[in-house]
């Protein structure tokens, strides 16, 4: 451009938002956060380890979702391993499956989750534009 030359990228950042690894990124960033927890606290109670995972960890794997929302079944995979190694880190349901040790800390899948998120955004897509739709019929 102009005789500037570009440099060439793999991804770049729009927003705080990775295009091609967020999902990796976030892994990466919670597992660090999960060894943290695991070395500092030593009283894991099912309570304060489902508290110290809300605030610390599960930010990491939501922000944006409704933006980068994973459609590979990897990405998805890679996200709820995180998820899976924080309930085997509870002594009280490190026995039981998967589902079940979320049923009992009254956890969602991150799957869910994200549907979850999608519906209510949708939602909110509809209620304004039907808000829209509404005022405008009055002006006339």
């Not at 979850?116 to 002006?139: H, M, N, P, V, W």
Request: aromatic share 8%; proline share 2%; charged share 30%.
């Amino acid at each position: 451009m102009e005789g500037q030359t570009l440099d060439t990228v793999d991804s770049e950042k729009d927003l705080g938002i990775g295009s091609s690894n967020q999902c990796i990124q976030a892994c990466s960033k919670d597992s660090k956060i999960l060894g943290m927890i695991k070395r500092t606290i030593s009283y894991k109670t099912p309570e304060i380890m489902v508290r110290l995972y809300k605030a610390l960890v599960r930010p990491h794997l939501e922000y944006c979702v409704s933006v980068w929302s994973p459609h590979y079944t990897k990405d998805k995979n890679l996200l709820e391993r995180v998820q899976h190694r924080f309930t085997r880190m509870i002594k009280d349901v490190r026995h039981k499956e998967y589902l079940d040790r979320l049923k009992e800390l009254n956890l969602w899948t991150l799957e869910e989750r994200r549907n979850r998120a999608d519906l209510i955004e949708l939602f909110k897509i509809y209620i304004k534009g039907l808000q829209r739709f509404t005022s405008s019929l009055c002006l006339l």
